[in-house]
């Protein structure tokens, strides 16, 4: 009876060892205690058998009881404090650290959305470098040096002895797709652009333009106003009107100026148009023969249409912004509205 008894309290203790090793955290632990020290415990009922025994045995029993007990009691003890300093290391009642999620830039989406709507009527998208070379941006469009239509475009220059500038226009773009690629030919390429402009609430140095260029066989001035009319409808989504007039590039001819109906006050007449009702937002046309002969097309065969359109100008009448200078100033509170 001793002997077994003395073996069954080791066993006991062996366990409780063993199991307070995968006890983390409070529930744990305090089903630990209700099964080693509880009073349903094995250790509880060894204690109330005690008095059956003789005196020598509960003496000896009894001491072995009690180490047993004050070793689970410690046992408990210890794992209790560790599990409480792992609890206010992490707190997992603590408030999170707010933080905040990265978006595209309101112009980046406004070119895509752009993009999107020429993709649907088959353009594919050119790209072309911010650093130009004054042949891409003038000479091969038909602007050659001393043309008085350079001064159009105030000009940043790099070297200008060598003829290096940051382009002023995404139109180079053109040469440079036609200088690679056979017609038929659809594409649009948006980009940065550079001019020695004031920076102020409509105006600035850099920014943003669309091009697009469509050259085949009978390719007509009508193709490039449906072409047109139809992005502008699915761009601002609402019934706008269209106005082409005439007006001048060097690199197309006829060439045209579109203008919508103001976005802002439908038309009426306000601040943002001038009180004209209109505004006007891109500049397009029939490719100039001449940069046909320079690409080395024959403008016998092949015509096309060319327009190119500020980005800037279409995002602040789409979500009326009323100052340019808000897309640079990396105001968050700004650019995390769209
Ligand atoms: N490149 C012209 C500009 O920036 C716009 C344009 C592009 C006009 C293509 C006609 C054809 O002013």
């Known amino acids: 009876m001793l002997k077994k008894m003395i073996e069954e309290i080791e066993e006991i203790t062996k366990l409780a060892q063993q199991e307070i090793k995968e006890v983390k955290n409070q529930d744990l632990l305090e089903k630990w205690r209700i099964k080693?020290?509880?009073?349903?415990?094995?250790?509880?009922?060894?204690?109330?058998?005690?008095?059956?025994?003789?005196?020598?045995?509960?003496?000896?029993?009894?001491?072995?009881?009690?180490?047993?007990?004050?070793?689970?009691?410690?046992?408990?003890?210890?794992?209790?404090?560790?599990?409480?300093?792992?609890?206010?290391?992490?707190?997992?009642?603590?408030?999170?650290?707010?933080?905040?999620?990265?978006?595209?830039?309101?112009?980046?989406?406004?070119?895509?959305?752009?993009?999107?709507?020429?993709?649907?009527?088959?353009?594919?998208?050119?790209?072309?470098?911010?650093i130009e070379t004054d042949y891409y941006n003038f000479t091969a469009l038909n602007t050659p040096e001393e043309h008085p239509a350079r001064d159009i475009w105030d000009t940043f220059y790099i070297k200008k002895e060598k003829g290096i500038l940051l382009r002023t226009h995404t139109s180079p773009v053109q040469i440079r797709v036609m200088g690679k690629y056979k017609p038929p030919l659809r594409i649009i390429a948006p980009g940065k652009c550079f001019r020695r402009d004031a920076f102020d609430s409509s105006h600035s140095p850099v920014f943003h333009q669309i091009e697009g260029l469509m050259v085949d066989k009978d390719i007509k001035f009508t193709h490039l106003k449906g072409v047109l009319s139809y992005f502008l409808q699915e761009f601002f989504k609402e019934e706008i009107k269209i106005i082409f007039s005439p007006s001048y590039f060097p690199f197309t001819e006829p060439s045209a100026e579109v203008s919508i109906s103001c976005v802002i006050?439908?038309?009426?007449?306000?601040?943002?148009?001038?009180?004209?009702?209109?505004?006007?937002?891109?500049?397009?046309?029939?490719?100039?023969?001449?940069?046909?002969?320079?690409?080395?097309?024959d403008p016998e065969v092949y015509t096309g249409f060319a327009f190119g359109m500020g980005v800037e100008r279409l995002a602040m009448l789409k979500y009326e912004i009323d100052d340019i200078r808000y897309f640079y100033l990396n105001n968050l509170k700004f650019l995390g509205q769209f």
């Not at 005196?55 to 046992?75: H, R």
């Not at 306000?270 to 001449?290: A, D, Q, R, W």
């Open 265 to 297: 006050c439908n038309g009426r007449g306000c601040s943002t148009c001038g009180n004209t009702g209109f505004l006007e937002i891109l500049g397009c046309g029939m490719v100039h023969p001449n940069v046909f002969r320079i690409v080395g097309y």
């Open 36 to 130: 080693f020290l509880g009073r349903k415990s094995i250790l509880s009922k060894l204690f109330s058998t005690i008095s059956n025994l003789s005196i020598e045995e509960k003496k000896e029993i009894g001491k072995k009881l009690n180490e047993t007990k004050n070793l689970l009691v410690q046992l408990y003890e210890e794992t209790k404090k560790k599990i409480e300093k792992v609890k206010t290391k992490y707190n997992f009642t603590f408030p999170g650290k707010p933080f905040s999620i990265g978006k595209l830039h309101i112009i980046t989406k406004v070119i895509d959305e752009i993009v999107q709507i020429f993709y649907k009527m088959g353009f594919g998208v050119a790209e072309g470098p911010e």
